[in-house]
């Protein structure tokens, strides 16, 4: 008697319980992005009177039917569309989904036609494709064209891939893009050239916000771009949980007495500028918080295979200086460790990778190879355990979850300071993996990919490397590989066209389950590529 009271009540209860009222959704429709920099995009546009998740249906013949419902919710356009491959045309289902629960309004069927990719976009080719075993997600990718004097300053673009290998949305600019990084809501945000420019774009290609470096003149900024004070913006950034910036910055500073020779270390000394890294912080206002100058962090006077090159700095500073300057260390990328506040900075131009806590300024580890550091940087250095190759020209040190650092190895100029070069066919990159214990100061090479016997591979410069949150694969950026002549895999900058490879590895099993090449009649190269889990 008392279950059959129960039923009887909840079933009542059901009845007097409303059902839910659909949203009221107004000037629905669905057309191209007219913005022609991010021409792949739909644009929806509605108005409802509570906040909607936005719904769509693509088919298209000779592809899956795909289904896009990760659009942000909102009370009105415009919502990209994204997905879309190029030279298609698609049937759009729309619908909206009431955040609240309960309810779907239909909006209709539109047709689309995508445009098909422009003649200069750049030529790939995916060589492996292995969807099921692959970081779900899309993969942008931003490209450089190179010509024989280097990147084309008036050339950008970057591309997503689908889980199919094929494009679905491209950006394209005029100026060069180093890198990209996503924001949490769901802009890209970027740096244009190495004179200090950073751009912030929504998915249609409009521009949202531009911050730019004051201490080195520049011209086309944006009349409403935000300034910040410091010399350049260089190579990489990070942005902090509370909304701040990371960046990498440079200046210039002049020493007496200073080594002049890479081969020879009794070779006379002359009065020199370096061009030292800087950390800045600064707010999204510009404002700068905090700065750190790594000619005062580690030794000015430690020089390895590089640091006495002038060509990176040379256009950016040649309205300031009278001799260009030198290229002591060439950070190249920042990483923040949450857990001790403090930053990870790969030196190309040092071949070491170093730890420093943000507080004081404070050295926590050295990690290369010992060669040329004196007292007191010297008792910084990280001591090897078992076999360990040493990293050299490194590129894009990255914080594991585990707390190991996963490196990409780019391989040029092996050995200490002044050692000679090693043979081109005896050059090679690597991803490698490293156990740091900052207890017992020590370093340990758990695991490794690339090498002289195993998929040779070598780029002198850029790369990335980057562990994959879902499957733990690597993506591995091997961005700027030289070939001479057809068939020929040797790799020395400058002598031949740049082309770029890109590939994502098993960390179990040793085997790619990506693989593409961007290759064609000019030259083509990648500093960074990332996977993200959704367009939006």
Known sequence: MMNRTLLIAALSLCACTPAPIPPGISGISLKMNPNERAPLAGVLEYTSDSEVRPRFILSAEGDAEIIIDDAPAAMSGPTPLLGMRPDKEYTVTVSFDSTAGGSTTEGGTFTLKTPPLPDDFPPLEVTTLRPARMEPGYHFIPVMRW??????????VVFALDAGGEV???????????????????DLIYLASRNGRMAQINKLGDLVKHWHSTGVPKDKVPSDSVP???????????????????????????????????TDPDAERATATLIGDVVVEFDHEGAVSRRWNLLDVLDPYRISHGSLGTGFWKKVYEDLLDEPGKDWAHA??????????????????????????????????????PGGWKEPW????????????????????ELMPSGNVLIFDNGGHRGPPFTPDQPEEEKYSRAVEFKIDEEAMTTEEVWSYGSL???????SFLCDVDLQPTTGNVIVTDGA?????????????GSGRQWAHIFEVSRETGRKVFELQIEGENGWAVYRSERFNTLY
Not at 168 to 186: A, M, Q, S
Not at 481 to 493: E, L, Q, W
Request: charged share 30%; aromatic share 10%; hydrophobic share 30%.
């Open 147 to 156: 010509t024989k004097r280097g990147p084309d300053r008036e050339y950008g």
């Open 168 to 186: 679905v949305w491209y950006f394209r600019t005029d100026e060069t893009i180093n890198d990209v990084k996503r924001l949490p809501n769901g």
């Open 228 to 262: 910040v004070d410091c010399d350049t913006f260089h190579h990489d950034f990070v942005l902090m949980d509370d909304g701040k910036f990371l960046m990498l910055s440079s200046e210039a500073r002049e020493y007496e007495n200073y080594p002049t020779s890479e």
């Open 332 to 369: 190249n990328s920042l990483v923040y460790d949450a857990s001790d506040d403090s930053v990870i900075i790969s030196l190309n131009h040092q071949s070491a990778v170093i730890k420093m806590r943000l507080a004081d300024s404070s050295l926590v580890w050295i990690h290369g190879d």
């Open 378 to 397: 010297s008792d910084h250095l990280l001591k090897p355990v078992g076999e360990l190759t040493w990293t050299s020209k490194q590129h894009a040190a």
């Open 453 to 459: 016997d195993t998929d040779h591979f070598y780029s």
């Open 481 to 493: 590989r030289v070939r001479r002549a057809p068939g020929d895999k040797g790799d020395t900058p």
